[in-house]
């Protein structure tokens, strides 16, 4: 029961460029979405949330969009840089609980 | 840096023998998680505390057991580790800004063999 979907497996761009990840959920009851980023031999790190109640927040070079009746959000990273080389996240919350997707690697070429 | 401790951070052992880790919080917080990560699943929840004594089960919870009897500490056991149960565990918090958000732990890299 796959609540929280990341259909990209992995993701490559130029630095510079825009890197855009993708997340799709089933599940209306989610009330906060997040996007965490994980370097490998550590934990996953809070990025950046947005509230349902809301179809964007933007922190730095971080934009999360929601759309709420497409049951999708995005990350947007202007520009992407090599250090955010790592794999993404995506979060829904829901009451106590949260659902992961399965990841996308992004990698950010020199 | 949320004040999480994980403890072992890395273990081997073998199927049958009974595997305890330890999640340490230094902030106080109510909530606490614990997680598997695998390839192709994210990260899936196991269990999860309330509070001291109260746990509840997460979306993968058989064959583990948790006991929160401080606040400061959540303890994972596998009763009795099969190859299956090889995986890296991560214990998160709950904060209370931004809301819903958690905070991980630098991980356990479990191996069953």
């Known amino acids: 029961d796959q609540q929280v979907k990341q259909n990209s497996p992995s993701l490559s761009v130029q630095e510079g460029r825009i890197s855009i990840l993708n997340c799709d959920y089933t599940?209306?009851?989610?009330?906060?979405f997040l996007w965490y980023k994980k370097y490998p031999a550590e934990g996953p790190t809070f990025l950046i949330s947005i509230s349902s109640i809301k179809d964007k927040n933007e922190d730095g070079r971080f934009t999360v969009f929601l759309n709420k009746s497409a049951k999708h959000l995005s990350l947007h990273i202007v520009p992407s840089q090599p250090g955010d080389s790592a794999v993404y996240f995506c979060?829904?919350?829901?009451?106590?609980?949260?659902?992961f997707g399965a990841g996308t690697r992004l990698t950010v070429k020199p | 840096d949320a004040g999480i401790t994980q403890s072992p951070r890395h273990k081997v052992t073998e199927t049958g023998t009974p595997v305890t880790l330890r999640c340490h919080q230094t902030?106080?917080?109510?909530?606490m998680y614990w997680y598997r990560q695998d390839p192709g699943h994210g990260l899936r929840l196991i269990h999860y505390?309330?509070?001291?004594?109260?746990?509840d089960k997460g979306e993968v919870s058989d064959g583990y057991s948790v006991s929160r009897s401080k606040t400061e500490d959540f303890l994972l056991t596998l009763e009795s580790a099969t190859s299956s149960q090889t995986s890296v565990y991560f214990c998160?918090?709950?904060?209370?800004?931004?809301?819903?958000?958690?905070?991980f732990g630098p991980g356990t890299r479990l191996t069953v063999l």
């Open positions: 998160a918090i709950r904060a209370g800004t931004p809301v819903g958000t958690q905070y």
């Open positions: 505390s309330y509070g001291v004594k109260d746990t």
């Open positions: 979060a829904a919350s829901a009451r106590d609980r949260m659902r």
């Open positions: 599940n209306s009851m989610f009330d906060y």
């Open positions: 902030e106080n917080h109510r909530y």
